[in-house]
């Protein structure tokens, strides 16, 4: 199944800083990235021939790691692996912008907050009842 439908969107403006802060949950896989639109003063930017879009993170245990974003559609699209939600807590991020021999066109840093999952250790719920009334037949 396709959940690309859940990604964020995101508007990269080069001229504008990027305020926004992105949610997600400790163990979230294939349901999270972002489709970013490169825009200057406003202005969408169509043609992105030659230029290339590069995530980077950083964990609250403070590992790195980055992801090459693909061109989808005229936008850039960020699929986020399973090492962005690992670790929860604050996750530092910047989208890299780069022309075609690699130079930084623009840099914008946001935060991603990681949720902890209750989920991790949790074991099956069972009717206790019945252990408890046999308890109390032999007390």
């Known amino acids: ?10 508007l990269f403006d080069v001229t504008y800083s990027l305020v926004k802060v992105f949610r997600g949950k400790k163990g979230d896989t294939k349901s999270r990235g972002f489709y970013v639109t ?26 790195r790691g ?20 690992a670790v929860p807590g604050e996750v530092k991020a910047e989208l890299r912008l780069l022309g075609p021999d690699e ?15 209750i989920a991790d250790g949790s074991i099956v719920s069972e ?3 019945g252990i408890l009334d046999r308890a109390f037949e032999l007390a």
């Open 127 to 129: 009717n206790e009842r």
């Open 66 to 85: 980055f992801i090459d974003a693909v061109i989808d559609d005229e936008k850039f699209r960020v699929d986020f692996t399973n090492q962005v939600f």
């Open 103 to 117: 130079e930084v066109i623009s840099t914008k840093h946001f935060k991603i907050l990681v949720e902890d999952s």
């Open 38 to 63: 490169i825009t200057q003063k406003n202005q969408k930017i169509e043609d992105l021939t030659g230029l290339s879009l590069r995530f980077f993170y950083e964990k609250p245990d403070k590992t």
């Open 1 to 10: 199944m396709d959940f690309k439908g859940f990604y964020d969107t995101l």
